[in-house]
């Protein structure tokens, strides 16, 4: 499972697993919080990828067009996706 750390962290974090969360520490403060337990291989939270860049943190490539589309279709419970929405996704990959 992978889990993101705000990229004003720097290098090097300590990561705690507790029970229901993971926490990210840096300098001993909490800088990241996480759930444990849940059904996603990858939580990513945006305002992590805000921060500065230096010779030794770059930060990732934003997200594209297809990116944002794809989040915000794991993000909708499934019983409330239509065709609609999946004709839609095909008509954004081309």
């Keep these: 499972m992978s ?9 090097e974090v300590e990561v705690r697993g507790l029970a229901g ?15 444990r337990g849940t059904d996603m ?6 305002a992590h990828y805000e ?11 934003p997200l594209g ?3 944002r589309r794809l989040q915000e279709i ?3 419970k ?4 239509s065709l609609d929405l999946y004709a839609r996704l095909a008509e954004v990959a081309r």
């Design 51 to 61: 921060g500065e860049v230096t010779s030794r943190v770059r930060a990732p490539m």
């Design 21 to 35: 969360r993971v926490q990210m520490l840096k300098d001993c403060a909490v800088i990241a919080e996480h759930p």
């Design 41 to 46: 291989l990858i939580l990513r939270n945006e």
């Design 3 to 11: 889990r993101s750390v705000p990229l004003r962290a720097g290098r």
């Design 74 to 76: 794991a993000a909708a």
């Design 78 to 81: 499934v019983q409330h996706r």
């Design 65 to 67: 067009r297809m990116g």
